[in-house]
């Protein structure tokens, strides 16, 4: 089964799909090269991923990471980076690059961020003057950036807020403010707007939101707002309802999802693309993610553990040395955890390395039909001292048409 659709600068090749849940595998064709669904991308908040160098990212085989729109802004600044001719300049990275709309960080490191019909109004970090960060400003600043996906300033509300008239604002001028960027956007021959749905908890309001954005027919579909410490049922809840509404032709990337758990569920529920900075900032507290859970690497358990971090991995940290890796120990993250970086980066690398796997190994279980059989076995590694898989997690797959526990 294959089909094909070509939209502005990316297109989006569908190979195949769960005959049981959502889950679907594709092949992303951007400016700079394909990228391979259901992905995550690992979030390099300053133009690098802490703890790796751009080699160190490709190695990975990471083919599209995210850059925050709002720190590229700050440093090295808009005319520099129209000088240098774009963040895959500044970064040496030949691959592609997603900007998230800086909207976001605006409000969440920014306490005195206040959004108005206008778009965000803040004081500068710098030396305290009023700003304003308007649809058309962060739309300009992306393209200045040059990444080949930006995302929409959007109106985003904790999903957890009771202020249902705030939360029917926010998805209203998030729409109003999707019309703004995209007549704002001077790259769409290669550069891809995606539209956010907004909406908070409420079904409703996400379905009259995707009703809306859809007809605005951007070459992908963002839905955001989560993780924002709702319950992971109401998550699954919204996830659903979104995909169920959006083409089968684009891409859909759930915004803010990282662990395990919370992708391998969102994969059978529809969805395609993630990002989150838990691999990552967990990998700096001695954190590495296993098939078998996470292992906190600075516990004294580990003082004499000298197997790698994970058995089998392939990572440049965890690989042999007679296999060209390095051959590090979990006693030697241990010893290392209290000096910081250079445990911080060899977990980074074993991290980013295990989730990108992991994404692989979802698409081939999709491409071969056995996603269902994938899921129960990595819930029953995942989890191993519960008696079994959560059950937000066993009621959004079994929605789907997958049964953990049959
Ligand atoms: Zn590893």
Redesign the pocket.
């Given at each position: 089964m294959s089909s094909a659709t070509t939209l502005s600068a990316l297109t989006f090749e569908l190979k195949g799909r769960c005959s049981r849940s959502k889950a679907r595998a594709s092949t992303l064709t951007l400016p700079h090269g394909p990228v391979d669904l259901p992905m995550f991308m690992p979030v390099a908040t300053q133009a690098s991923l802490k703890g790796l160098t751009p080699e160190q990212l490709e190695e990975t085989s990471c083919r599209l990471c995210l850059n925050n729109t709002y720190h590229l802004g700050l440093k090295p600044g808009q005319a520099a980076l129209d000088a240098i001719g774009g963040a895959h300049k500044l970064q040496g990275w030949n691959y592609n690059i997603l900007t998230d709309s800086g909207g976001f960080q605006m409000v969440s490191l920014l306490k005195l961020a206040k959004v108005t019909e206008d778009g965000v109004r803040f004081l500068s970090p710098h030396d305290g003057t009023p700003m304003l960060l308007t649809p058309e400003h962060s739309i300009d600043l992306q393209n200045s950036i040059g990444s080949d996906i930006i995302m929409q300033l959007d109106d985003v509300i904790q999903t957890t807020s009771p202020d249902y008239d705030r939360m029917k604002e926010a998805m209203e001028r998030s729409v109003r403010w999707l019309d703004r960027c995209i007549a704002a956007h001077k790259n769409p021959d290669r550069q891809n707007l995606f539209c956010i749905i907004q909406g908070g908890l409420d079904l409703e309001m996400r379905r009259e939101c995707c009703r809306e954005m859809v007809k605005r027919d951007t070459p992908g579909v963002a839905v955001g707002g989560l993780s924002g410490g709702e319950a992971k049922s109401e998550f699954c809840k919204v996830v659903d309802t979104c995909t169920d509404l959006l083409p089968q032709q684009k891409p859909r990337y759930v915004m803010g999802i990282g662990y395990p758990e919370d992708i391998v569920v969102a994969v059978g529920l529809g969805a395609d693309m993630f990002d989150c900075v838990w691999p990552t900032r967990t990998a700096r507290f001695g954190n590495a993610i296993t098939a078998y859970g996470v292992l906190n690497l600075k516990h004294a358990r580990y003082a004499e553990d000298f197997a790698?971090?994970?058995e089998g991995?392939r990572?440049t940290?965890?690989r042999p040395r007679a296999e060209g890796g390095l051959g590090v120990t979990r006693a030697y993250i241990h010893h290392l955890a209290a000096k910081e970086t250079v445990g911080a980066h060899l977990v980074t690398m074993?991290n980013v390395?295990?989730m990108l796997d992991l994404m692989k190994r979802i698409r081939n279980a999709i491409l071969e039909d056995s996603y269902a059989a994938f899921a129960k076995d990595f819930f029953l590694k995942y989890f191993p001292k519960q008696k079994g898989p959560p059950d937000w997690a066993v009621e959004a797959l079994k929605g789907a048409g997958i049964d953990l526990l049959d």
């Open positions: 790698p971090m994970e991995c990572c940290a965890c074993h390395h295990h």
